[in-house]
């Protein structure tokens, strides 16, 4: 039988076996784009150490792993703590904690005008200017100009990466973008049946599937209007989406048209509630069976593992069809 556990460092010193008897919740969600990835563990305070002699420092690092005995643990990684909270009868004190990579300057509002540079260049501008590796491989487009205009430098990434079919998270001073349509094309890494989940829901979007999308742009050298395709090989018939944006060149412009195009993909939507699998992360894919009309490859937006003393270890995902 597997046995649910966790494994928990404060400022990098294991202090598992101090606080397990305390440790009501953990809950991990791991957000694939835009959003960072949070750390909540809740612990019950009866002898109210955790109000007093205990209580943890905001800013102070929280590193967590949650598995079962004798098997790999989920490396959550790295949070900083963000907020606690005090809540009685009874009293429990909630740490809640914020990926060690959304430092404070990355969302605090900046005006900058980047001219003549590529996404890559962009891109790894601000993660030297955060002290970031950047990880992942960008295509090179290039930005003839783009203003970030009083935008935080999370916010205006977020854009950036949406706009050229990207995701974009922080994870562990890693600034990291990968190709949406890549993630997506990548082979499912497990398999389930309808009895291995405990619960699903999925509904079917009814939304308009466009067999193209057209880009247009104002081409200053040719001082004419340009226009670039991207289409849908998955749809026979619809309609063409058409879309005027800034571009520097044709290039740039069918990267944008695939872009807009890849975001019209998603069919089926919706979560799906496991017994605890640590191998289920944002950004992967997974093939369900079983479900009639509903089998098939979903990806992973987002998945959130809890371990609940009383109840024990779920993962929970929520997914679209890819």
Same mark, same amino acid.
């Given at each position: 039988?597997?046995?649910?556990?966790?494994?928990?460092?404060?400022?990098?010193?294991?202090?598992?076996?101090?606080?397990?008897?305390?440790?009501?919740?953990?809950?991990?969600?791991?957000?694939?784009?835009?959003?960072?990835?949070?750390?909540?563990?809740?612990?019950?305070?009866?002898?109210?150490?955790?109000?007093?002699?205990?209580?943890?420092?905001?800013?102070?690092?929280?590193?967590?792993?949650?598995?079962?005995?004798?098997?790999?643990?989920?490396?959550?990684?790295?949070?900083?703590?963000?907020?606690?909270?005090?809540?009685?009868?009874?009293?429990?004190?909630?740490?809640?904690?914020?990926?060690?990579?959304?430092?404070?300057?990355?969302?605090?509002?900046?005006?900058?005008?980047?001219?003549? &540079? *590529?996404? +890559?260049?962009? @891109?790894?501008?601000?993660?030297?200017?955060? /002290?970031? #590796? $950047?990880?992942?491989?960008?295509?090179?487009?290039?930005?003839?100009?783009?203003?970030?205009?009083?935008?935080?430098?999370?916010?205006?990434?977020?854009?950036?990466?949406?706009?050229?079919?990207?995701?974009?998270?922080?994870?562990?001073?890693?600034?990291?973008?990968?190709?949406?349509?890549?993630?997506?094309?990548?082979?499912?890494?497990?398999?389930?049946?309808?009895?291995?989940?405990?619960?699903?829901?999925?509904?079917?979007?009814?939304?308009?599937?466009?067999?193209?999308?057209?880009?247009?742009?104002?081409?200053?050298?040719?001082? &004419? *209007?340009? +226009?670039?395709? @991207?289409?849908?090989?998955?749809?026979?018939? /619809?309609? #063409? $989406?058409?879309?005027?944006?800034?571009?520097?060149?044709?290039?740039?412009?069918?990267?944008?048209?695939?872009?807009?195009?890849?975001?019209?993909?998603?069919?089926?939507?919706?979560?799906?509630?496991?017994?605890?699998?640590?191998?289920?992360?944002?950004?992967?894919?997974?093939?369900?069976?079983?479900?009639?009309?509903?089998?098939?490859?979903?990806?992973?937006?987002?998945?959130?593992?809890?371990?609940?003393?009383?109840?024990?270890?779920?993962?929970?995902?929520?997914?679209?069809?890819?």
């Amino acid at each position: 039988m597997l046995v649910p556990i966790f494994e928990l460092f404060y400022e990098k010193k294991n202090i598992t076996r101090d606080v397990a008897p305390y440790v009501t919740s953990i809950e991990y969600t791991d957000v694939e784009h835009g959003e960072s990835d949070e750390l909540v563990i809740t612990f019950e305070d009866a002898e109210k150490i955790w109000q007093g002699a205990w209580i943890p420092t905001k800013g102070d690092s929280l590193r967590a792993y949650i598995g079962y005995e004798a098997e790999k643990l989920l490396n959550c990684g790295v949070f900083e703590i963000d907020e606690l909270e005090y809540d009685t009868p009874p009293d429990t004190i909630t740490v809640k904690g914020l990926a060690t990579g959304i430092k404070k300057p990355l969302r605090q509002k900046n005006s900058v005008g980047y001219e003549n &540079k *590529t996404l +890559k260049q962009i @891109a790894k501008e601000i993660a030297d200017k955060h /002290g970031y #590796t $950047l990880v992942g491989e960008i295509a090179d487009v290039r930005v003839d100009r783009i203003t970030q205009n009083q935008e935080r430098d999370l916010s205006f990434l977020t854009k950036l990466a949406e706009q050229y079919g990207y995701i974009f998270k922080i994870a562990e001073n890693n600034l990291v973008f990968y190709d949406v349509q890549k993630l997506k094309g990548s082979k499912p890494t497990q398999i389930f049946y309808k009895q291995d989940l405990i619960h699903i829901n999925l509904r079917e979007k009814t939304s308009q599937k466009y067999k193209a999308v057209q880009v247009s742009y104002f081409d200053p050298k040719k001082k &004419k *209007t340009v +226009k670039a395709t @991207a289409r849908n090989e998955k749809v026979a018939k /619809g309609d #063409t $989406l058409k879309i005027t944006a800034r571009c520097s060149d044709r290039k740039q412009a069918i990267v944008k048209a695939k872009a807009a195009l890849g975001t019209d993909d998603d069919k089926i939507e919706g979560s799906l509630e496991f017994i605890g699998n640590p191998y289920l992360i944002a950004g992967t894919n997974i093939e369900l069976k079983g479900i009639g009309h509903f089998s098939g490859k979903y990806h992973i937006k987002q998945a959130r593992h809890v371990y609940d003393r009383s109840n024990g270890y779920k993962t929970y995902c929520e997914v679209v069809s890819c």
